[in-house]
């Protein structure tokens, strides 16, 4: 799997990045959602660079231009429902994308710090040779994102996966890589090194599902 860590450059990014990181900014739950959505525009728009492209003629009012335009083969997959705010940047920029939605939660036992990751729905087009566009916010253990990519594959096999992350940590990034393609690309905003006792990217952020749309109740 091929890592493109957007935080060793200067750009940005890292100004959304720091917002969503912030104790105090965070706590504007529209900015929070805005800014996860711009960082989704530059990682869409970063990851474009890597698509299969056809020469296209244009007409124009007053003559003919060949320009290059990316193929038409994308579906974008969100993880509910901190996915959703990434998922609307990564589609402000493929307008013509098809799209796909699947659940994939900590269901916690008893109220406890131990969980299981639970894949419960999906509603995906044929992914048969396409371009899949996983969006998932934070990478922490990385097993939704195995979960969710083999529940997938009932839908087709892609030719090519890419994962758009905010962050992850390190531990969740070594995961993936033996359980996906080995042509996947990520493209993150930063990672982190470590993870906690109860499994949050530290210093991460915190839930970003909970700063996005609010708090939930433990299931």
């Known amino acids: 799997m091929q890592v493109h860590n957007l935080s060793n450059q200067n750009t940005l990014l890292n100004t959304f990045l720091s917002e969503l990181r912030c104790v105090k ?3 504007d739950a529209m900015r929070f959602r805005r800014n996860i959505e711009r960082i989704g525009e530059i990682l869409a728009y970063e990851m474009s ?18 320009v290059f335009l990316p193929q038409k083969d994308i579906v974008i997959c969100s993880i509910l429902r901190a996915g959703l705010p990434l ?3 990564i589609l402000n920029y493929f307008d013509s ?7 994939a939660y900590r ?15 999906a509603a995906c087009p044929s992914l048969e040779g396409k371009t899949l566009i996983l969006a998932d916010p934070m990478l922490a253990t990385g097993q939704s994102l195995a ?7 009932q839908y087709g096999v892609p030719k090519k996966v890419h994962i758009l992350s905010v962050i992850g940590a390190q531990q969740g990034v070594n995961y993936i ?3 996906f393609p080995a042509n996947t690309e990520l493209w993150i905003s930063d990672i982190d090194q470590t993870l906690n006792d109860k499994g949050y990217i530290v210093p991460g952020l ?7 749309f609010g708090i939930k109740l433990q299931q």
């Open 97 to 103: 994308a098809e799209n796909a939605f699947i659940s």
């Open 107 to 121: 269901h916690h036992k008893s109220n406890s710090d131990d969980f299981e990751i639970l894949v419960e729905y």
């Open 206 to 212: 915190g839930d970003a599902g909970d700063l996005a």
């Open 147 to 153: 979960l969710t990519y083999n529940a997938l594959l």
């Open 25 to 27: 900014i965070q706590k």
């Open 49 to 66: 660079k890597t698509l299969d492209y056809n020469s296209t003629n244009i007409t124009t009012p007053l003559d003919t231009k060949s």
């Open 87 to 89: 998922h609307n940047g």
């Open 177 to 179: 890589d033996n359980k």
